[in-house]
């Protein structure tokens, strides 16, 4: 079955850095497009960014544009989320997914930024 684990989140303070990781499973990896996500303590689910199967193309929500970079490595079924500059508006659940329009998602994992 599909599975999709996410690490690296953690409590970091404004300005620093974390990356995170999503190990996928149970499906061809290469095949597919992912997404993350990111769910703020009262608010919806928002896109944060894509990738395509390759890696060729990626797209990031306009607030975390050149900040944050997405990436994947197909041989290790793992997409990244490099966050840089980190803000105190970026604390969010960070979910990944598979594509953009599936019911494939990770169990989440918690990024807070603070001092």
């Known amino acids: 079955q599909v599975q999709l684990v996410e690490s690296g989140g953690g409590l970091v303070q404004p300005g620093g850095s974390l990356r995170l990781s999503c190990a996928a499973s149970?499906?061809?990896?290469?095949?597919?497009?992912m997404s993350w996500y990111r769910q703020a303590p009262g608010k919806e689910r928002d896109l944060v960014a894509t990738?395509?199967?390759?890696?060729?193309?990626?797209s990031y929500t306009d607030s975390v544009k050149g900040r944050f970079t997405i990436s994947r490595d197909n041989a290790k079924n793992t997409v990244y989320l490099q966050m840089n500059s980190l803000k105190p508006e970026d604390t969010a659940v960070y979910y990944c997914?598979?594509?953009?329009?599936?019911?494939?998602w990770g169990q989440g994992t918690q990024v807070t930024v603070s001092s």
């Open positions: 997914r598979r594509g953009w329009v599936s019911n494939y």
């Open positions: 990738i395509t199967s390759t890696g060729g193309v990626t």
């Open positions: 149970g499906f061809t990896f290469s095949m597919y497009g």
